[in-house]
């Protein structure tokens, strides 16, 4: 018997039909993004309807105000969905695997519901994160450095030491790819803008990009 | 690399998450090592070769 006398994986042929854990974990992901776009969609109807000295709901906005809903109820379906299938695959991991896996889903959780936490309660009660003057309040400000200056460098530590050789190679490879677009693409950026080319650079903007493109690279290596 | 995992594994009737759970690596880690995707470290070729009691060279081959 050779190798190429058996097939690449030992999945059932049944099984073939099955999204793998790498496109669940996209399916999320892109779930996530469609809620955070939706709530801001629909924050931006609350802020043009209060300028307006909400006025009565006409057909119309209801109409949409209905999409908005619907399509963020098929988000939270397809997020939970997904998330429920990949938690009954977790039992059946090996142990290694399960391990990295749950924290994995922590880490996504506990990062995924501050941050939406904080992008709704900015746009729908900016009074309780911001003083009169516009700063930050303070206990939040805390909270926020314990999250990502203790919580999250913890969490990726422990991680990393209870995950595989393979997925940690994934994982720094992802790093090495958002650590280049960043130190190419921000001065690239800041160029454009001050020949008047391109927008303000924006901190924040260039870390999600950096975050999206780390992931996609770790997924891509991990799953495919 | 190529190398003689996926017929050892199949010689002994395990899944990739059995041999897996055996090497203390994840079923991804077992199919990108399969499929040549993957090298693994000199501690896991050892851990691989201890667990089919052969050498790292009877079941690597770094020929090119």
Not at chain 1, 152 to 166: A, F, I, M, S, V
């Amino acid at each position: 018997m050779t190798a190429s006398d058996l097939p690449t994986t030992d999945a059932a042929p049944a099984a073939k039909a099955e999204p793998t854990n790498g496109n669940r974990v996209i399916r999320i992901i892109a779930a996530g993004i469609g809620l955070i776009f939706l709530s801001g969609v629909f924050v931006g109807f609350l802020e043009a309807r209060a300028d307006d000295g909400n006025p009565p709901l006409s057909v119309k906005a209801i109409a949409v105000l209905t999409v908005i809903g619907a399509l963020g109820a098929l988000c939270l379906w397809i997020a939970l969905r997904n998330s429920l299938a990949i938690k009954r695959g977790v039992d059946q991991m090996p142990r290694r695997e399960r391990k990295s896996t749950k924290i994995t889903i922590v880490a996504l959780a506990l990062g995924g519901v501050t941050g939406l936490g904080f992008g709704l309660t900015q746009s729908l009660a900016p009074h309780l994160i911001f003083t009169t003057d516009g700063v930050v309040q303070a206990p939040l400000a805390i909270i926020a450095v314990l999250l990502w200056g203790v919580a999250g460098p913890w969490l990726t530590n422990w991680w990393l030491k209870q995950t595989d050789e393979h997925e940690r190679d994934a994982y720094v490879e992802g790093a090495s790819w958002a650590a280049h677009a960043l130190m190419f693409g921000v001065p690239v950026w800041w160029a454009l803008w001050k020949a008047g080319l391109a927008v303000e650079p924006s901190a924040i903007d260039c870390i999600t990009l950096a975050i999206l493109l780390w992931m996609g690279v770790w997924m891509r290596r991990k799953f495919y | 690399m190529k190398n003689q995992l996926k017929v050892l594994r199949a010689m002994r009737n395990w899944s990739q998450a059995d041999l897996a759970d055996k090497l203390d690596v994840s079923r991804q880690a077992v199919n990108a090592i399969e499929t040549g995707k993957h090298d693994p470290s000199l501690p896991l070729a050892f851990r691989i070769a201890r667990l089919f009691d052969m050498t790292i060279e009877e079941i690597f081959d770094d020929s090119l």
